[in-house]
């Protein structure tokens, strides 16, 4: 089978490179970049050196150098959909990494995102690919929006208990940690050394983009409206990111029910590692694998409950999940071309 990237010089394009070339079953058939349009990918991510022997094209999305079953889409919101658009005029399957198709109403979208949104209805066609919650959809469609970084981290350890009706979804305080890879390649004032190094600052509060599309999901599997406070914050690692979700403890949730809940849903899910109440989560156990680890905390003196995730932004926040999503839409195993083990230190 054959997949394209448009977008494949930024981070999460180059991440995708990096793992479809080690892909056993999917081969990559074009590469597109408009600042690097015929250079070899190498020159551009020299830690391909001599693996990744193509040259960056770039592509017309309604003339494809090639016939492929699948094209990813690791663009700019706001121009991802364009693409998208003439890809699926086509009948090509997408898997779009931006945010253009996540969030279920285009009024929300255009709110958050501050601009028209030029195909509602494939906001109704697309799947939400959180592939542990959307397998089976993900299946049966030709377009899977890819989660944000955050949303991803926040929602994993979060959904169980939701569904489950063991926490009310009310009173939610979600801090998050994330590295600067994140914001793309740049350059932005995210990624200049002397403002990252040795700083750590929360961002957007109340305001940031991935709150509507987190409450989205929180709120069907709740069944109700919920509504949460979400900060982030910016730290001076490359990538990585760890969310703390905080909510009041419920009469009679013991850590010993969380521990069933959890396992039921996740136990033979490939890429979710469980990891109670003993160990807490760290972002390097993580780093450049497809895991999201998940550990909870009872809090009885305090009165709250903590849970406590983490993932590799660039894999399971972005890349890696695309590429269970491609899986799943090509019916091929979930996990496959998906075993990197996380790099330490
Ligand atoms: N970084 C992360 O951790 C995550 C990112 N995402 C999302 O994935 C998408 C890609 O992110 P990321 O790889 O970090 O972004 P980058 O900024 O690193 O890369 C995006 C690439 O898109 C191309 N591009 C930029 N502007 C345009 C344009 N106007 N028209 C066509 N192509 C353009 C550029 O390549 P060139 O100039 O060579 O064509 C650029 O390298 C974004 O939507 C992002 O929000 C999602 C989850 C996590
Ligand atoms: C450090 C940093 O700036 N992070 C980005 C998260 C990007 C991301 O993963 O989300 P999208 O796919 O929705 O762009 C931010 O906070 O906007």
Same mark, same amino acid.
């Given at each position: ?13 180059a991440e995708?490179?990096?793992i ?6 999917? #081969? *990559?058939?074009?590469? &597109? ?13 020299s ?6 022997e193509?040259?960056?094209?770039s592509v ?5 150098? %090639?016939?492929?079953?699948? !094209?990813f889409?690791?663009?700019p ?11 699926q ?5 997408? !898997? ?11 009024? !929300?979208? %255009?709110?958050?995102?501050?601009t ?5 209805e494939l906001?109704?066609?697309?799947v939400?690919?959180?592939p ?5 959809? @993900?299946?049966?469609? $030709? ?9 991803t981290?926040?929602l994993?350890? @979060?959904?169980?208990l939701?569904? #489950? ?8 305080v979600? &801090?998050?940690?994330t590295? !600067?890879?994140?914001?793309?390649r ?34 069907k599997a709740?069944?109700?409206s919920?509504?949460?406070q ?5 730290? +001076?690692?490359? $990538? ?10 419920p %009469?009679?949730?013991t850590e010993?029910?969380?521990?069933d ?5 996740y ?5 979710i ?10 972002t390097?156990?993580?780093r450049g694998s497809?895991?999201? &680890?998940?550990?909870w905390?009872?809090?009885?003196r305090?009165?709250?409950?903590? *849970?406590?995730s983490?993932?590799?932004? *660039? ?5 890696? #999940?695309?590429?269970?999503n491609?899986?799943?839409? *090509?019916g091929?195993?979930? #996990?496959?071309?998906?075993?990197h083990l +996380?790099?330490?230190?």
């Amino acid at each position: 089978m054959k997949a394209g990237i448009l977008g494949s010089t930024g981070y999460t394009g180059a991440e995708l490179v990096r793992i479809l070339i080690q892909h056993p079953e999917v #081969e *990559l058939a074009f590469v &597109d970049s408009r600042s690097y349009e015929h250079q070899p990918f190498e020159a551009v991510y020299s830690n391909l050196k001599g693996q990744a022997e193509m040259t960056a094209v770039s592509v017309d999305p309604e003339n494809l150098p %090639e016939k492929v079953d699948i !094209v990813f889409c690791a663009l700019p919101h706001r121009i991802s959909q364009h693409k998208v658009i003439l890809l699926q005029r086509q009948g090509i399957r997408v !898997v779009d990494l931006s945010a253009d198709f996540r969030l279920d109403q285009q009024s !929300v979208y %255009e709110q958050w995102y501050n601009t028209p949104h030029e195909a509602p209805e494939l906001l109704e066609k697309a799947v939400y690919g959180l592939p542990e919650w959307y397998a089976e959809e @993900l299946k049966e469609t $030709r377009l899977a929006a890819n989660p944000g970084c955050f949303p991803t981290s926040i929602l994993l350890p @979060l959904l169980p208990l939701l569904k #489950e009706n063991l926490v009310t979804g009310e009173h939610l305080v979600i &801090d998050s940690k994330t590295g !600067v890879s994140g914001a793309g390649r740049g350059p932005s004032a995210v990624n200049v050394f002397s403002q990252v190094n040795e700083n750590v600052r929360a961002y957007g509060i109340g305001t940031h983009r991935h709150t509507p599309e987190i409450e989205q999901e929180l709120s069907k599997a709740a069944g109700k409206s919920v509504t949460l406070q979400f900060t982030p914050h910016l730290v +001076p690692m490359d $990538r990585g990111i760890l969310s703390t979700i905080v909510m009041p403890l419920p %009469e009679g949730l013991t850590e010993r029910k969380l521990q069933d809940c959890y396992q039921a849903y996740y136990d033979h899910k490939p890429f979710i590692r469980l990891l109670g109440t003993d160990t807490l989560p760290e972002t390097k156990a993580v780093r450049g694998s497809n895991f999201c &680890d998940i550990a909870w905390k009872a809090d009885r003196r305090s009165g709250n409950l903590i *849970l406590v995730s983490v993932i590799d932004n *660039l894999i399971k926040g972005s890349s890696g #999940e695309a590429v269970q999503n491609m899986n799943l839409m *090509l019916g091929l195993p979930e #996990e496959m071309g998906l075993h990197h083990l +996380p790099i330490w230190p």
